[in-house]
C-alpha cells in the first residue's frame, strides 16, 4: 500500500528557499531529467506531435524525446548563443530537431502550430528572475503566446516547483479560457547529503498539464484536478484556493521533513499523517518525540506502535506524555505512531512492512538509510477496537461509538466527535457480558451476550469534582435522605448523571442537552435512563433555565451543573460557551434557578488565561462565596458558587468540605450499587482554593 504524507507542522521556509535558489545548477536537476518525466510526457505527448520545447536549459529533455522516436521537435530560446551551442551539438546527431532563437513572448510561429508545448522551469525563472517589475505582463505574453500557437486539443505541459505565485497565475490564465488543467506531483527523491552529514534541500516537483479547449461560454466550472500519486485517482477540486491548498500541503511536508532529517531535537508537536494514497484516509499519524538525554546514545531511531484505542490516553496523546514514552524507550528520537480507525491492521509485521520505507524520511540526521529500525509496542497484540454505531449530530457534525481495551485489560466504551477525534467526549467502563436465556417453553433456549453499563466507574477526574459537589450544600446528607433536586446542563454520554442516580437513590435530575442526537445515544450506547427521578430534555440549555425563570414556579435545584463544550474554536475557551457565563444569565441562574443553599457547578476549561480570570471575576460578583479545584495533568478547573456567604473562616470551609465529602464517600459505598474501589470521593477536594 503506498502512503501518502501530511504534516501539522509549519516551518519557515524563507531561509531555505533563498539559499536554494543561489544554486543554479542545482536548480535545474531538482526539476528532473528524462527518467523522471518519461512516464508523464510519453502520456501526454504522442511521438508523431509537432513539440515545441521552451528554453535551452530544457534541451537535454528534447534530445532523450527525439532518441525515443518523438523528431517533430523545436527548441525555442530568447538566449542567441545558447541556441546556436545546442545546433553544432545536434545537427549531425538529431540532424531533424530544429532550433529557433526569439522571445517567449513574441514568437513568430503560425496559430495552431504545435501539438504540445513543454516548459521545464521557464515560468518559474520568469517570476524568480525578473527584477523589472512587469512580470504580469511578461507572463501574460507567454501564455498568450502558447494559448494561440497550441492547436486545439494539444497540451501545455510546465514542470515547476509550484509556489504561490506560479500556481495561481498559471490556473488563473488557463482555466479562464476554459483550458482542463490537471497537477502531477512527481515522486520525491531522496536528499543528496551535502557533506557534514545533513541533507540538501530537493523542493517536490509538479508538472501541470493544461489542454487546449475552445472556450463555450456555458462552461462556467473549472476544471481543475490534482494526481499526488501514480497509484492514487485523479481528484477534482472547484477553486484555485483549493487546488493551492493541496500543493502548499505537500510542499509543507518537504519542509518539515528537510527540518527534521537535519535536527538531532525537533520541536514539540511535530507529526505526520499518513493516508492511503488509493481512498486518501488517515491510516498512521507520526508523531517526531526527540529524547535531550539517553542514556543508550548508540540507539538512534525506533518506531513505537500505540495499540488500536489507546491513542487517546494521556500518555500517547500529549506532548508530555509522549516525552515519556520516548525517553522510557531509550531512543534518541521516537516515532510514536497511532493507528487510526476503520482501517485494518493484520499484525505488526504487516505494519513494520508498510512503515519500513516511510518512516526512514523522519530518521535523525546521519544515520544510515539501510539502518535496521527497531518497532516497538506494549504486549503482544495491536490492541482492540470495534466501532458500534456511527451518527452525525447537527451540532457536533460525525461521531462514533467504540469499545476498546484500556492499557489494563478492562473493555471500555467511547463516544468521540470526529472534528476531534483525539479527545474523548465521554468514556464507561464495560462489565464482563452476561449470558441471557431467551426462548419458549418446551423449546430450545437460546444464549445470548448482553453489554452492561459499569455506572459505578468515573474515568475523568472532573467527573469525580462534579459529583462530589454535592457535598458542599449544607445539610446535604439529610437532603440525601429525603430529596435533593439537581440540575444538569450538557449529557454527553450521561457519566455523571447515571452515577448519581444508580448511589444516591433520593437525587431528582433533570438533565438539558441540545443535541437530540446526543441524547439518543446516551440512552441507546451509554445506559443512560428515564423515569420519574431522571429527566433528559433535548433543548437548549439557554432557553430551558430562561423558561424556567420566567415561570417562577418557586421551584428550586439544590445543584446546578454547566458541563457544555463549545463549538466557537476562535474562542479561547473549550468548555462552556461564553453565553452561558454572562453576568446577567449568572445573576438569573443565581435568582430563578438555584436554590438558597445551593450550589452552582462549572466544568471550566480555558487556555486563555486572561478569559479564564475574567470569567472567574464575572462568577464572584454574582456568588457571594467562590471555590476552585484543579485537577492534575488537564486544563479543566471545577468551580463551586453559593448565593449565600460563608460564616466560617477559609481554613473552617475547607476543612468543612473535606468532611463532607468523606460522609458522601461512605453513602455511596453503602448503595445497593457499591462505588468503584478506585473513585475515592472523599479525597477530590483535598486541593481546593477559596475565592472570596
Known amino acids: 500500500m503506498e502512503l501518502l504524507p501530511t504534516s501539522n507542522a509549519h516551518v519557515d521556509s524563507k531561509d531555505v528557499w533563498t539559499r536554494f535558489l543561489k544554486q543554479k545548477e542545482k536548480i535545474i536537476e531538482c526539476y528532473g531529467d528524462y527518467p523522471d518525466l518519461c512516464g508523464l510526457l510519453h502520456k501526454y505527448i504522442k511521438s508523431a506531435d509537432h513539440a515545441l520545447v521552451l528554453g535551452a536549459n530544457n534541451s537535454t529533455v528534447g534530445e532523450s524525446l527525439y532518441d525515443v522516436g518523438y523528431h517533430s521537435l523545436v527548441v525555442v530560446d530568447s538566449n542567441e548563443n545558447a541556441i546556436k551551442k545546442l545546433v553544432a551539438k545536434n545537427e549531425n546527431k538529431r540532424p531533424e530537431m530544429q532550433f529557433a532563437s526569439m522571445d517567449f513572448g513574441k514568437m513568430t510561429y503560425d496559430d495552431d502550430s504545435f501539438n504540445a508545448i513543454l516548459d521545464r522551469g521557464t515560468v518559474d525563472s520568469l517570476i524568480w528572475q525578473d527584477k523589472s517589475g512587469d512580470i504580469q505582463e511578461k507572463l501574460s505574453g507567454l501564455f498568450q503566446q502558447i494559448h494561440r500557437v497550441l492547436k486545439l486539443a494539444g497540451r501545455f505541459i510546465c514542470v515547476s516547483f509550484a509556489q504561490d505565485d506560479v500556481v495561481k497565475p498559471v490556473l488563473e490564465y488557463f482555466s479562464n479560457e476554459g483550458w482542463p488543467v490537471r497537477i502531477h506531483k512527481l515522486p520525491d527523491k531522496e536528499q543528496d547529503d551535502s557533506g557534514d552529514g545533513k541533507k540538501e534541500f530537493r523542493p517536490p516537483v509538479y508538472v501541470f498539464v493544461c489542454t487546449k479547449f475552445k472556450k463555450m461560454p456555458q462552461m462556467t466550472k473549472k476544471i481543475l484536478e490534482v494526481c499526488l500519486h501514480d497509484n492514487q485517482p485523479t481528484k477534482r477540486y472547484d477553486t484555485i484556493d483549493a487546488i493551492q491548498s493541496v500543493v502548499q500541503e505537500t510542499q509543507q511536508y518537504a519542509m518539515v521533513r528537510y527540518n527534521i532529517q537535519n535536527r538531532n531535537q525537533t520541536e514539540d508537536g511535530i507529526s505526520v499523517v499518513l493516508c492511503n494514497s488509493t481512498t486518501n484516509q488517515p491510516r498512521y499519524t507520526l508523531h517526531v518525540v526527540d529524547s535531550i538525554s539517553t542514556k543508550r546514545a548508540h540507539q538512534k531511531f525506533a518506531i513505537f506502535i500505540v495499540p488500536e484505542g489507546r491513542e487517546t490516553e494521556w500518555l500517547f496523546a500529549s506532548d508530555a506524555g509522549r516525552s515519556i514514552v520516548a525517553s522510557q524507550a531509550g531512543f534518541q528520537r521516537v516515532l510514536i505512531t497511532c493507528l487510526h480507525r476503520d482501517n485494518t491492521y493484520e499484525n505488526l509485521d504487516a505494519i513494520k512492512k508498510e512503515l519500513s520505507q516511510k518512516v526512514m524520511e523522519l530518521a535523525p540526521p546521519g544515520l544510515d538509510r539501510k539502518h535496521k529500525v527497531p518497532f516497538l509496542t506494549i504486549g503482544d497484540d495491536l490492541g482492540y477496537r470495534e466501532v458500534r454505531y456511527r451518527g452525525n449530530s447537527d451540532f457536533s457534525g460525525a461521531f462514533v461509538v467504540e469499545d476498546v481495551r484500556s492499557g489494563e485489560g478492562a473493555m471500555l466504551r467511547r463516544l468521540v466527535f470526529l472534528s476531534a477525534k483525539d479527545a474523548v467526549q465521554s468514556e464507561v467502563r464495560l462489565l464482563p457480558e452476561k449470558p441471557k436465556k431467551k426462548g419458549k417453553q418446551g423449546s430450545e433456549t437460546e444464549t445470548t451476550q448482553v453489554t452492561q453499563i459499569d455506572t459505578s466507574y468515573l474515568a475523568c477526574g472532573y467527573q469525580r469534582f462534579q459529583v462530589v459537589g454535592m457535598a458542599t450544600i449544607p445539610q446535604f446528607q439529610s437532603l440525601l435522605e429525603k430529596r435533593l433536586d439537581m440540575l444538569i446542563i450538557g449529557l454527553g454520554g450521561g457519566i455523571i448523571p447515571m452515577f448519581i442516580y444508580t448511589h444516591f437513590p433520593k437525587v431528582y435530575l433533570d438533565v438539558v442537552d441540545i443535541d437530540p442526537a446526543i441524547v439518543d445515544v446516551a440512552k441507546n450506547w451509554f ?166
Not at 458522601?664 to 450499587?673: D, E, H, L, V, Y
Open 527 to 692: 445506559g443512560c435512563v428515564e423515569d420519574e427521578r431522571m429527566t433528559l430534555h433535548a433543548e437548549d440549555g439557554i432557553k430551558f433555565i430562561a423558561e424556567k425563570a420566567k415561570q417562577d414556579t418557586g421551584h428550586r435545584y439544590h445543584d446546578v451543573i454547566f458541563d457544555i463544550d463549545s463549538k466557537d474554536l476562535s474562542v479561547g475557551m473549550s468548555c462552556p460557551p461564553k453565553v452561558f457565563v454572562e453576568v446577567e444569565f449568572l445573576q438569573m441562574v443565581k435568582d430563578k434557578i438555584l436554590h438558597p443553599q445551593g450550589v452552582f457547578q462549572l466544568n471550566l476549561v480555558a487556555r486563555d488565561k486572561e478569559l479564564k480570570e475574567q470569567v472567574i471575576q464575572d462568577i464572584k460578583s454574582v456568588f457571594p462565596t467562590v471555590l476552585r479545584g484543579s485537577i492534575e495533568d488537564t486544563v479543566n478547573e471545577i468551580i463551586y458558587a453559593f448565593p449565600h456567604a460563608s460564616p466560617l473562616s477559609d481554613a473552617q470551609l475547607k476543612e468543612s468540605v473535606k468532611k463532607a465529602a468523606v460522609a458522601m464517600q461512605k453513602i455511596a459505598k453503602s448503595s445497593s450499587t457499591p462505588v468503584d474501589p478506585e473513585t475515592d470521593l472523599s479525597k477530590v477536594l483535598e486541593g481546593l482554593e477559596i475565592q472570596c
